[in-house]
């Protein structure tokens, strides 16, 4: 069984019932998610040995996050405690052309003022095959930079396998910090995972004719995206989700998966959605099971797709899926009628 570590923030997410707006809501429902912890509980439920690492207040709330872990299997064995906040992000659904709006309140959470002093990485990787991070985490501070390379490092002289999903995000840093911290850290990374607009913003690579607000995407523009990607920092393989989106209910998600020869789209799934947030995370999670499990690379895409499709049809952060579900889907069952 493959051994996979992630490492990131898990936050609160607080969100209005019913497609409420925020200044409507006179309740919240309470839960948690983040984007490597989305990961780590996609691949448990998938039967790998899924680590999660970071760090928590000592307190209830703490300890209720890692708990939302450790019912979906994932070790949080590794966890450090300590700190005093945990993060929050605020989600707004959206509906038809209403757009979602996520806000954050994480500033001095744990992981954000996390020290070098706190993980002990060569013990971490330990009979790891694989580690995953995103550009969310290194975006937290200059401290949890450094944090994921040092993580980077250790897990290169172990020879352990690392994906990172690009995920850039303005609301926590501007496109020139991100573009000056990924690069160093990009040049450890196997697997480049990326969304349509990533790479553009991180650094500065767009595809041709390619129109993201009206929901028009190139693939062939992407097909040079992954190339320019591979060229400039010698990535294994390179994978771009690809998302037109028609409204916040009904998208079009495909992907691509670029192995230096071939580039390999996946079929197109016509969503219908329930909820978006975690949808690049499935990916995510789907391509690493699907590349440890020795799928080829037109596999490795289809099943990374058909996870992610899923996981657009269930609430909250987590997937909560099956390889089975997620084989059925890919071999062309999306009916969606009763299982009985």
């Not at 309740?27 to 039967?47: H, P, Q, R, W, Y």
């Not at 680590?51 to 307190?59: D, M, N, S």
């Not at 975006?139 to 993580?151: I, K, T």
């Not at 913003?201 to 607000?213: L, N, S």
Request: glycine share 10%; proline share 1%; net charge negative.
């Amino acid at each position: 069984m493959a051994k996979v570590i992630t490492f990131g923030e898990l936050m609160i997410r607080l969100q209005p019932y019913n497609y409420e707006r925020f200044v409507q809501a006179d309740s919240l429902a309470f839960t948690f998610g983040g984007g490597e912890a989305n990961v780590a509980v996609s691949l448990a439920n998938f039967g790998f040995e899924s680590c999660y690492v970071t760090k928590l207040p000592a307190h209830a709330i703490g300890q209720a996050a890692v708990n939302s872990l450790r019912r979906y299997g994932v070790d949080t064995s590794r966890i450090v405690r300590g700190g005093d906040r945990v993060g929050i992000y605020f989600n707004e659904k959206g509906a038809a052309q209403r757009p979602s709006v996520c806000i954050y309140d994480r500033a001095h959470s744990a992981i954000a003022e996390a020290k070098a002093e706190d993980f002990d990485w060569d013990s971490i990787f330990e009979g790891a095959d694989w580690f995953h991070f995103t550009g969310i985490t290194p975006a937290l501070g200059a401290n949890v930079a450094a944090l994921c390379e040092e993580a980077c490092k250790a897990a290169k002289e172990r020879g352990v396998k690392i994906s990172c999903d690009l995920n850039y995000r303005g609301k926590l840093w501007s496109r020139e910090q991100a573009r000056e911290t990924m690069t160093k850290l990009c040049r450890y990374v196997d697997v480049c995972i990326s969304n349509e607009e990533d790479a553009k913003d991180v650094f500065g690579i767009e595809a041709e004719a390619t129109d993201i607000t009206a929901g028009s995407l190139n693939r062939k523009g992407y097909e040079s995206v992954a190339r320019q990607l591979m060229e400039q920092f010698g990535f294994g393989k390179v994978a771009i989700t690809l998302r037109e989106s028609k409204s916040a209910f009904d998208n079009d998600w495909s992907a691509m998966l670029y192995d230096g020869e071939q580039y390999c789209f996946s079929k197109t799934y016509h969503l219908h959605i329930v909820d978006r947030i975690g949808g690049g995370d499935s990916f995510g999670a789907g391509l690493i099971y699907a590349l440890l499990s020795g799928k080829n690379t037109q596999a490795a895409v289809e099943f990374a797709v058909a996870a992610s499709a899923l996981k657009h049809a269930v609430e909250g952060d987590y997937n909560m899926v099956s390889v089975a579900e997620v084989e059925k889907l890919a071999g062309g069952d999306g009916s969606g009628r009763v299982q009985r």
